[in-house]
């Protein structure tokens, strides 16, 4: 099992930019991929970005490409995300996932999630 803590949210007005980080333990931090999910109030928690066990590979859902990058440190066991352009609609409580494979080829999410984090952007 991995344990996952996020941190990095907080409130920013539109146009402006925050880092999320998620700082693992519990398995080897560079054997897996590792994701990045929100879920905005009333709805379901979507995918953001994820990246492979060794960054050679990273996805994005379409609304973020361009604006958000998402990286990891393996000698930190942290992921993090860099949120640019924020918009108010991607306001959302922000969560870490610990992928079930490699992410060589594609990304499967896991059982293991974070407490989430809060980004509030204001117009």
């Known amino acids: 099992q991995v344990q996952l803590v996020e941190s990095g949210g907080g409130l920013v007005q539109a146009g402006g930019s925050l880092r999320l980080s998620c700082a693992a333990s519990g398995r080897t931090f560079s054997t897996y991929a590792m994701g990045w999910f929100r879920q905005a109030p009333g709805k379901e928690r979507e995918f953001v970005a994820a990246?492979?066990?060794?960054?050679?590979?990273?996805y994005y859902t379409s609304s973020v490409k361009g604006r958000f990058t998402i990286s990891r440190d393996n000698a930190k066991n942290t992921v993090y995300l860099q949120m640019n352009s924020l918009k108010p609609e991607d306001t959302a409580v922000y969560y870490c996932?610990?992928?079930?494979?490699?992410?060589?080829?594609?990304?499967?999410?896991?059982?293991?999630w974070g407490q989430g984090t809060q980004v509030t952007v204001s117009s």
């Open positions: 990246i492979s066990w060794n960054s050679d590979r990273l």
């Open positions: 996932n610990a992928g079930s494979n490699s992410g060589s080829v594609n990304y499967t999410p896991g059982g293991s």
